[in-house]
């Protein structure tokens, strides 16, 4: 596709269960980023792959989250046994290659969680 | 470390009114400056950006001056629209991350 893709664009979950996000970047990019967007805040940065190198995790709030990168492409995030302070939109946001120099990122529509 | 500040919002003019959301940006180096725009609903999309110290950016009517002197990023549009309703982000990326301010909602009613 033209843009970066995620599914589901709607997850609601009961408290304890694990759920897992998929986004697939735009063809090319070597870059790929996750966001959590809680209600009425800024992005909070989570994890970032490069190519094949180690993840930067970094922004990860606690163990319960991780994320995985197969092939250099589709990434999925999952968190597991949530909380209902997990409830966000969480963005993905692919680039050429790591931000600097001014490389944009190009961001997907986002999945919107609500963990009952 | 690097940072953005934004102004807070919301805010809320009528339609044709000027605009200005502030912006203003701590970095040790030299960063690349950005205002992404978040519409109802959608993911955030690149709005303008500027690369080095008095480039301007531009696009839809938006603009913003990368001002070094006065470390801001402040973003104008001399007339609002219904349909300029959204969320926007003012950033920076340096050579490592890109850093978001908070984000300020922008409500244009007719």
């Known amino acids: 596709g033209a843009g970066v893709s995620q599914s589901p664009s709607n997850k609601v979950t009961e408290k304890g269960k694990d759920v897992e996000l998929r986004c697939d970047p735009i063809s090319g990019h070597t870059a790929l980023y996750w966001y959590r967007q809680s209600l009425g805040q800024g992005l909070e940065f989570l994890i970032y792959?490069?190519?094949?190198?180690?993840?930067?995790k970094s922004g990860l709030p606690s163990d319960r989250f991780s994320a995985e990168r197969t092939g250099g492409s589709v990434s999925t995030l999952t968190i597991q046994r949530t909380q209902q302070e997990d409830s966000a939109v969480y963005l993905c946001a692919s680039s050429l290659k790591r931000t600097g120099g001014g490389e944009t990122q190009y961001f997907g529509p986002g999945t919107r969680l609500l963990v009952l | 470390g690097d940072s953005v500040t934004q102004m807070e919002g919301p805010v809320t003019l009528s339609e044709e009114a000027f605009l200005t959301i502030n912006c203003t940006y701590t970095a040790t180096g030299y960063p690349s400056l950005f205002w992404y725009v978040q519409y109802p609903g959608e993911g955030l999309q690149l709005l303008l950006k500027?690369?080095?110290?008095?480039d301007k950016g531009s696009n839809k009517g938006f603009e913003a001056t990368y001002r070094k002197e006065t470390t801001s990023f402040h973003l104008e549009k001399g007339s609002v629209q219904v349909s300029d309703s959204a969320v926007y982000f003012c950033a920076l990326s340096d050579q490592i991350d890109m850093r978001f301010g908070a984000g300020t909602r922008l409500t244009v009613k007719p």
């Open positions: 500027a690369t080095k110290a008095d």
């Open positions: 792959f490069q190519g094949n190198s180690a993840p930067d």
